[in-house]
């Protein structure tokens, strides 16, 4: 692990000035771990007028009071250096932001009013085996240990975010926290509603994304953390389940989680997610837990909870629709090539390893994994085997421009429907895949109106849905 020359450069520069700079915070951390920063950070007791100066190039961000270097290699910009003010934070009356930022003129000030011990070091790059450490910094990172800075609870107090960081950085790091740290997240945990949604789905994200997101999510729970963040996953903790699984409800969600084996965050909330309307679904039929439709209330619940934490519209379609499909039913010899299509129209033809991923996760999450790889590479070569099959209006042999001509008839919507009939028709048989076969019974369906051809297309997937349900229900004790 090196420190870019950029950096180097411009402490020199600041230096030069008769200034104090250094590499601080969270890349020094980075830096004696030998990891990689996501970025680096350099504080001065130059005031930010005094920066300026100094840098032709650099702008002063005043929300932040911090100094924005942007760094050039040939023309382009690679990098941006931020450069902050030594300085201290007073107030957070709203327990997330200082009420008032006042620059101070040493450089312990800046780091005491930081979170955590291993993140309030700074360091030289002309001497960089004397570190600043006046809180034990190094020593906690030896002993891979989150402590707050000062007294744990008086910090969370001043800024309830500091409390999920604290989870995220032991996710990330593979670090406990200290007992008086939790014990002061134990204390404060309420006051997470101070935090934006933003904020917490953020570092939701960072926890999912992290080597160790189960161990996160338990992080989150033991500290009370969770019921605020997921409720709807807390209450699977005193709901039983019967047969396949040896598990609650909620451990066997972050038991899926843990065995997830997509690196994507997206997937692992999905496991994560895969079970949450199990609580609600629960029925008790001939002495056996059942949890039927749980999958569509599961979907329509990681919908409103994805709302409420204002993730991305493409995240939240995403993780829908994996935990809406998660009970599609397989099994060598039973299901059809057709069903295989059609599962693959459902889910798409992109999100299929994820849906595989998130089947994996939930049978090694119930305690009882039993003989199913045979099953699952199955249905992969059975997906290979129908990969180039039609299944979508784009693939059939003929085109709305191609209907237009045969039949005469002006664009329009009747033009979808035909096609849309046709595809499902296709889907069941891809032999009738052919610009001839499909024209005859273009002209066929031509006789039918708007409403009829739409009552058709719906009445063959009502039926074959029907049908998966059936199949479905087989497993649903699973
Ligand atoms: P990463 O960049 O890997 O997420 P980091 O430790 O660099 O981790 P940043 O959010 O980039 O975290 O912040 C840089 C530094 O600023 C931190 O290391 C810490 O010293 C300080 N810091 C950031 N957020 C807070 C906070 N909420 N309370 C106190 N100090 C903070
Ligand atoms: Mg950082």
């Known amino acids: 692990m090196k420190i870019p020359e950029y950096v180097v450069e411009t402490i020199d520069a600041l230096k030069q000035g008769r200034f104090e700079a250094y590499i601080v915070g969270g890349c020094v951390r980075d830096f004696l771990m030998g990891k990689e920063p996501k970025d680096w950070d350099v504080t001065t007791n130059a005031k930010p007028e005094e920066i300026l100066k100094i840098f032709a190039d650099a702008k002063y961000?005043?929300?932040?009071?911090?100094?924005?270097?942007?760094?050039?290699?040939?023309?382009?910009?690679?990098?941006?250096?931020?450069?902050?003010?030594?300085?201290?934070?007073?107030g957070y009356s709203d327990r997330r932001h200082p009420d008032e930022v006042r620059f101070e003129e040493k450089l312990d000030k800046d780091l005491e009013r930081r979170d955590f011990t291993i993140n309030a070091l700074a360091l030289d790059?002309?001497?960089?085996?004397?570190?600043?450490?006046?809180?034990?910094?190094?020593?906690?990172?030896?002993?891979?240990?989150?402590?707050?800075?000062?007294?744990?609870?008086?910090?969370?107090?001043?800024?309830?975010?500091?409390?999920?960081?604290?989870?995220?950085?032991?996710?990330?790091?593979?670090?406990?926290?200290?007992?008086?740290?939790?014990?002061?997240?134990?204390?404060?945990?309420?006051?997470?509603?101070?935090?934006?949604?933003?904020?917490?789905?953020?570092?939701?994200?960072?926890?999912?994304?992290?080597?160790?997101?189960?161990?996160?999510?338990?992080?989150?729970?033991?500290?009370?953390?969770?019921?605020?963040?997921l409720p709807e996953l807390e209450q699977g903790v005193d709901v039983?389940?019967?047969?396949?699984?040896?598990?609650?409800?909620?451990?066997?969600?972050?038991?899926?989680?843990?065995?997830?084996?997509?690196?994507?965050?997206?997937?692992?909330?999905?496991?994560?997610?895969?079970?949450?309307?199990?609580?609600?679904?629960?029925?008790i039929i001939n002495n056996v837990a059942t949890f039927y439709n749980h999958e569509y209330l599961g979907a329509k619940m990681t919908d409103k909870i994805m709302t409420r934490l204002k993730f991305s519209n493409d995240d939240r379609l995403r993780v829908v629709n994996l935990v809406k499909n998660h009970m599609f039913y397989y099994n060598v010899g039973e299901v059809s090539a057709a069903s295989v299509r059609r599962l693959i129209v459902k889910v798409g033809r992109e999100n299929l390893k994820d849906l595989i991923d998130l089947r994996i996760a939930d049978r090694l999450g119930s305690g009882t994994p039993k003989a199913m790889p045979y099953k699952?590479?199955?249905?992969?070569?059975?997906m290979e085997k129908v990969q180039n099959d039609p299944i979508s209006v784009k693939m059939l042999k003929i085109n709305g421009d191609d209907l237009m001509k045969v039949l005469g008839i002006a664009p329009g919507p009747k033009?979808?429907?035909?096609?849309?009939?046709?595809?499902?028709?296709?889907?069941?048989?891809?032999?009738?895949?052919?610009?001839?076969?499909?024209?005859?019974?273009?002209?066929?369906?031509?006789?039918?109106?708007?409403?009829?051809?739409?009552?058709?297309?719906?009445?063959?997937?009502?039926?074959?849905?029907?049908e998966e349900d059936r199949d479905i229900k087989k497993q649903y004790k699973v």
């Not at 451990?251 to 997610?273: D, G, I, M, T, Y």
């Not at 699952?376 to 059975?382: D, G, K, P, S, T």
């Not at 595809?423 to 019974?441: F, G, Q, R, W």
Request: aromatic share 6%; net charge positive.
């Open 376 to 382: 699952l590479r199955h249905l992969q070569y059975m």
């Open 61 to 90: 961000e005043n929300d932040f009071g911090t100094v924005l270097l942007p760094i050039r290699e040939k023309e382009i910009v690679i990098d941006v250096l931020e450069i902050t003010t030594y300085r201290s934070e007073q």
């Open 125 to 229: 790059p002309a001497n960089p085996e004397e570190v600043v450490d006046y809180f034990g910094g190094r020593k906690d990172i030896k002993a891979k240990i989150i402590r707050a800075v000062g007294e744990p609870s008086d910090r969370f107090k001043e800024d309830a975010l500091r409390m999920l960081r604290a989870v995220r950085f032991s996710a990330q790091l593979g670090f406990e926290l200290e007992p008086k740290t939790q014990r002061g997240i134990l204390k404060l945990a309420g006051s997470l509603k101070f935090v934006s949604k933003e904020r917490i789905k953020d570092e939701m994200i960072k926890i999912l994304a992290s080597d160790r997101p189960y161990e996160g999510i338990m992080l989150l729970h033991d500290c009370k953390l969770l019921q605020y963040i």
């Open 240 to 283: 039983k389940q019967d047969r396949h699984h040896i598990y609650n409800v909620f451990k066997h969600n972050a038991l899926a989680l843990k065995h997830c084996p997509s690196k994507e965050w997206q997937v692992r909330f999905a496991a994560l997610l895969h079970d949450v309307a199990k609580p609600k679904t629960r029925k």
């Open 415 to 466: 033009i979808g429907a035909i096609l849309d009939v046709l595809l499902s028709e296709v889907i069941e048989d891809p032999e009738l895949n052919e610009a001839k076969i499909l024209t005859a019974h273009a002209k066929d369906l031509d006789k039918l109106n708007l409403e009829e051809l739409r009552a058709k297309a719906k009445e063959i997937i009502e039926e074959k849905r029907q």
